[in-house]
């Protein structure tokens, strides 16, 4: 079974989905997805540098070494989703739209330490679902019911913490809060989301 991001490289590397500049501002990816990416630019995405440390056999001396290297499947950490979140007064309910979804590895220092967390392209998620809709997934609970990658994201059915939401100084919550206090700025978000459904009613 194809995991997500073979079905993304595949799609990339048939032309059959967009990149986009995964940082073209200090903060936000391309909020309006207008920054695409050549083909020949999205496949170096799939490659990095590593740097670790090796013995040079002529001194003796640890020297660091930097050698190309394939980003894995396994090397994809986390996805960041974009999402637009509005109030749907057809039906009364808090709906939400994905908007965009980008794959994140972590970054590695020459000691071998964990860096930082890069971002290595974005894609439209609209253009996605076609693709999407083709490869199905394991399901852990249910063997006889498959469900495709689509059906995954529409449904809601992975866990996730919420990073940042639209603000006048275009910054993520990790740039103002750290550890605990960053989950609980992420929990008020998820909040005052459920607030303003709630104060929709009349009871």
């Not at 903060?27 to 630019?41: G, H, M, T």
Request: proline share 5%; glycine share 2%; aromatic share 16%.
């Amino acid at each position: 079974r194809p995991s997500l991001f073979s079905v993304i490289k595949k799609g990339i590397m048939n032309h059959e989905l967009s990149v986009y500049d995964p940082n073209p501002a200090v903060y936000n990816a391309d909020e309006e997805f207008k920054i695409e990416y050549p083909v020949s630019e999205a496949q170096k995405s799939f490659f990095r540098e590593v740097t670790f440390m090796k013995q040079d056999t002529a001194t003796g001396e640890m020297v660091s070494v930097t050698v190309p290297d394939t980003i894995k499947p396994a090397d994809i950490r986390q996805y960041y989703i974009k999402e637009d979140w509005f109030f749907d007064k057809q039906r009364s309910i808090m709906d939400v739209r994905i908007l965009g979804l980008a794959p994140v590895i972590e970054t590695i220092d020459d000691k071998g330490q964990f860096k930082a967390y890069k971002v290595l392209f974005w894609l439209y998620y609209p253009g996605c679902r076609n693709l999407f809709s083709k490869y199905q997934c394991f399901n852990p609970y249910n063997d006889a019911e498959w469900r495709t990658f689509d059906e995954i994201f529409h449904k809601r059915q992975f866990s996730s913490y919420i990073r940042e939401e639209t603000n006048v100084y275009n910054r993520p919550i990790n740039v103002y809060a750290q550890g605990i206090d960053a989950l609980l700025a992420s929990e008020e978000i998820k909040d005052n989301i459920f607030k303003f459904e709630h104060d929709m009613w009349n009871y």
